[in-house]
């Protein structure tokens, strides 16, 4: 059973931070937050009660890495190494887009260099469905290092512009066309070439092929705004308990709800897992396949030698950027283990007007375009700084805990009340100003009201150590009704 993350653990993540010996390594942000929602897809495709393979992102366990047909693990050791993967992955998920993942860096860091990428960094816009205001803050690496969710918005911000231009233009705006994706004979063709046996057909809303109980390979198209698709073959998952045996040796126990549940299980041998090379032309196969340009995709591979899964990423781009549309794929040794991703073709809707870098700015103070009127939700640590400084005294500050200490996540204890204000004193009011000196005009997906996904004109606004983005669609080129 998944357990509801619980925010101390937030501290924990920094523990693993500063063990990590990948920390050096300048992190990817985009790349990250891709390897979560691919995980996350993947799970769903699988269903309740069946194992899951790891996505890339993740630290793994040699699990089935090195067992041979019939080798023995002890699934107890195994259930506890899942529920913290699973607990990692909530707190991951949860602060993705705020780049409380540093800990990657032990998987991502000892994968194989990914091949070069020419495209910019996808922009991302923040609020979700519906929302298309200004995004929280970043650092200029796309990691922050020393910020952390807050529970309520910091100080009040203002944005000020040096050296941006007051020149507005023009961009293209695309809209993804899920209608003409959201079909059985496309589904048919995906499920074909993934060896999903049965015919599609139409229930709960969704197209679906094969059995959905995690007995066989299994594909379910959404009815969402890109046509997302989302497979999983239980057959081809190396972790999977293929046979589970009670400690004593007798029959198989249950898995009824509330059991302790076998002592050891049995991992099947599927063979090594495919190189990158033929990891990312299957592919390519796949989503030509599916009705779409390979050669519009970059293509990100974690290819470690030591696991019996391969992941590829593949990262749509349009005009030389990414725009946060992702293909995850796992393959083990028998094939194709997991796949998700959109089906829908991207339609260009022509120019839109669009603001200048200054007036971008101006906006992310402007509450028609953010849900918190573009202030940011996040704030600095001081207590990470103070941890990193020097004592007062010149002496060292007290040195990090080793990695294998033991982590409390108990709260800190109180330390009395505040002190109560003094009469006449002025009450504390802080703004932080931040001026911005570089902007970048790109696109980033939107989710209309209607359920129709976007990518429009947005700016990436940096200060060269943090950096905001907002959509810049003119305003005649919106629809501001409520």
Same mark, same amino acid.
């Given at each position: 059973?998944?357990?509801?993350?619980?925010?101390?653990?937030?501290?924990?993540?920094?523990?693993?931070?500063?063990?990590? $010996?990948?920390?050096?390594?300048?992190?990817?942000?985009?790349?990250?937050?891709?390897?979560?929602?691919?995980?996350?897809?993947?799970?769903?495709?699988?269903?309740?009660?069946?194992?899951?393979?790891?996505?890339?992102?993740?630290?793994?366990?040699?699990?089935?890495? %090195?067992?041979?047909?019939? %080798?023995? *693990?002890?699934?107890?050791?195994?259930?506890?190494?899942?529920?913290?993967?699973?607990?990692?992955?909530?707190?991951?998920? +949860? &602060?993705?887009?705020?780049?409380?993942?540093?800990?990657?860096?032990?998987?991502?860091?000892?994968?194989?260099?990914?091949?070069?990428?020419?495209?910019?960094?996808?922009?991302?816009?923040?609020?979700?469905?519906?929302?298309?205001?200004?995004?929280?803050?970043?650092?200029?690496?796309?990691?922050?290092?020393?910020?952390?969710?807050? $529970?309520?918005?910091?100080?009040?911000?203002?944005?000020?512009?040096?050296?941006?231009?007051?020149?507005?233009?023009?961009?293209?705006?695309?809209?993804?066309?899920?209608?003409? %994706?959201?079909?059985?004979?496309?589904?048919?063709?995906?499920?074909?070439?993934?060896?999903?046996?049965?015919? @599609?057909?139409?229930?709960?809303?969704?197209?679906?092929?094969?059995?959905?109980?995690?007995?066989?390979?299994?594909?379910?198209?959404? @009815?969402?705004?890109?046509?997302?698709?989302?497979?999983? =073959?239980?057959?081809? =998952?190396?972790?999977?308990?293929?046979?589970?045996?009670?400690?004593?040796?007798?029959?198989? +126990?249950?898995?009824?709800?509330?059991?302790?549940?076998?002592?050891?299980?049995? *991992? @099947?041998?599927?063979? $090594?897992?495919?190189?990158?090379?033929?990891?990312?032309?299957?592919?390519? =196969?796949?989503?030509?396949?599916?009705?779409?340009?390979?050669? /519009?995709?970059?293509?990100?591979?974690?290819?470690?030698?030591?696991?019996?899964?391969?992941?590829?990423?593949?990262?749509?781009?349009?005009?030389?950027?990414?725009?946060?549309?992702?293909?995850?794929?796992?393959?083990?040794?028998?094939?194709?283990?997991?796949?998700?991703?959109?089906?829908?073709?991207?339609?260009?809707?022509?120019?839109?007007?669009?603001?200048?870098?200054?007036?971008? &700015?101006?906006?992310?103070?402007?509450?028609?375009?953010?849900?918190?009127?573009?202030?940011?939700?996040?704030?600095?640590? +001081?207590?990470?700084?103070?941890?990193?400084? @020097?004592?007062?005294?010149?002496?060292?500050?007290?040195?990090?805990?080793?990695? =294998?200490?033991?982590?409390?996540?108990?709260?800190?204890?109180?330390?009395?009340? $505040?002190?109560?204000?003094?009469?006449?004193?002025?009450?504390?009011?802080?703004?932080?100003?931040?001026?911005?000196?570089?902007?970048?005009?790109?696109? +980033?997906?939107?989710?209309?009201?209607?359920?129709?996904?976007?990518?429009?004109? /947005?700016?990436?606004?940096?200060?060269?150590?943090?950096?905001?983005?907002? &959509?810049?669609?003119?305003? /005649?080129?919106?629809?501001?009704?409520?």
């Amino acid at each position: 059973m998944n357990e509801r993350p619980d925010p101390r653990e937030v501290s924990a993540l920094e523990r693993l931070r500063r063990a990590d $010996p990948a920390a050096s390594t300048t992190p990817d942000l985009e790349r990250l937050r891709s390897a979560v929602d691919a995980r996350i897809a993947a799970d769903a495709a699988a269903g309740p009660g069946v194992a899951q393979s790891h996505g890339p992102g993740v630290a793994r366990h040699d699990v089935g890495a %090195a067992a041979s047909h019939g %080798a023995v *693990t002890d699934l107890a050791a195994e259930r506890t190494r899942r529920s913290a993967r699973t607990r990692w992955m909530q707190v991951a998920a +949860a &602060v993705a887009g705020v780049a409380v993942v540093g800990t990657a860096g032990f998987a991502l860091g000892r994968a194989e260099a990914p091949a070069a990428h020419t495209a910019a960094p996808a922009i991302t816009l923040a609020g979700g469905s519906g929302d298309g205001g200004a995004e929280i803050a970043r650092d200029a690496t796309g990691m922050t290092t020393d910020i952390f969710p807050s $529970p309520w918005p910091p100080a009040r911000t203002v944005f000020r512009s040096a050296g941006l231009s007051d020149a507005s233009g023009t961009a293209t705006a695309w809209t993804f066309d899920a209608g003409a %994706a959201f079909t059985a004979e496309r589904v048919a063709a995906v499920a074909a070439a993934l060896g999903v046996s049965g015919e @599609p057909r139409l229930q709960d809303g969704m197209w679906q092929v094969g059995p959905n109980d995690g007995t066989a390979p299994s594909l379910q198209l959404y @009815p969402d705004g890109q046509a997302n698709l989302s497979y999983y =073959d239980p057959t081809a =998952d190396p972790y999977t308990c293929r046979e589970t045996l009670p400690a004593d040796g007798g029959a198989p +126990a249950g898995d009824g709800e509330g059991s302790v549940g076998a002592e050891t299980c049995t *991992t @099947p041998d599927l063979g $090594p897992a495919p190189g990158a090379d033929t990891a990312t032309a299957r592919t390519r =196969d796949l989503l030509a396949t599916a009705g779409l340009d390979p050669a /519009a995709f970059e293509y990100e591979v974690a290819d470690n030698a030591d696991e019996p899964m391969t992941t590829v990423m593949a990262h749509q781009v349009v005009d030389a950027q990414r725009t946060g549309l992702q293909w995850f794929v796992a393959l083990s040794g028998k094939g194709v283990q997991s796949a998700s991703g959109a089906l829908a073709p991207l339609v260009p809707l022509g120019e839109y007007a669009v603001v200048s870098p200054t007036e971008a &700015v101006a906006r992310l103070t402007d509450p028609r375009f953010g849900s918190l009127g573009g202030i940011s939700i996040l704030a600095e640590s +001081a207590a990470l700084r103070a941890d990193q400084a @020097p004592a007062a005294d010149g002496a060292a500050a007290e040195q990090a805990p080793a990695p =294998d200490d033991a982590i409390s996540t108990e709260p800190a204890q109180p330390q009395g009340p $505040p002190a109560a204000a003094t009469p006449g004193a002025p009450v504390a009011w802080p703004v932080r100003e931040v001026t911005l000196t570089q902007a970048r005009l790109g696109v +980033a997906q939107y989710t209309a009201p209607s359920g129709t996904t976007l990518l429009v004109p /947005a700016y990436e606004l940096s200060s060269g150590q943090e950096s905001w983005s907002v &959509v810049a669609l003119a305003e /005649a080129a919106l629809d501001l009704a409520p």
